[in-house]
Nanobody, 117 residues
Framework: QVHFVASGGGLVQPGGTLTLSCAASGSTFNIATMSWFRRAAGKKRELVAGIRRADGPIEYGDAVKGRFTIDRDDAHNTVYLERNLLTPDDTAMYYC??????????WGQGTQVTVSS
């Protein structure tokens, strides 16, 4: 089992910056990829960014390329998402996600981000 503690959500003004963090615990040795997904009201869940290892391949969703940066601290089993130039379209529940070598999938409970003036 893998469990997550996410932090950094909240209210931010348009154009602002906010960093999310997600710390994994449990069977972290078996984690291959850590990612962030989001779901906005009335929309489907979408990939925000994923990173295989701290120096591994990174994938970004089209909506966030050039604005968001994902990073991973393998020593502390933590993944970060720095989000710049936020717009109201970035308002969503953000979920931490892990894919193990099993492969098994684990989801965090989500942290709400609201971009509004």
């Amino acid at each position: 089992q893998v469990h997550f503690v996410a932090s950094g959500g909240g209210l931010v003004q348009p154009g602002g910056t906010l960093t999310l963090s997600c710390a994994a615990s449990g069977s972290t040795f078996n984690i291959a990829t850590m990612s962030w997904f989001r779901r906005a009201a009335g929309k489907k869940r979408e990939l925000v960014a994923g990173i295989r290892r701290a120096d591994g391949p990174i994938e970004y969703g089209d909506a966030v390329k050039g604005r968001f940066t994902i990073d991973r601290d393998d020593a502390h089993n933590t993944v970060y998402l720095e989000r710049n130039l936020l717009t109201p379209d970035d308002t969503a529940m953000y979920y931490c996600h892990a894919l193990t070598y099993g492969p098994l999938i684990y989801w965090g409970q989500g942290t709400q981000v609201t971009v509004s003036s």
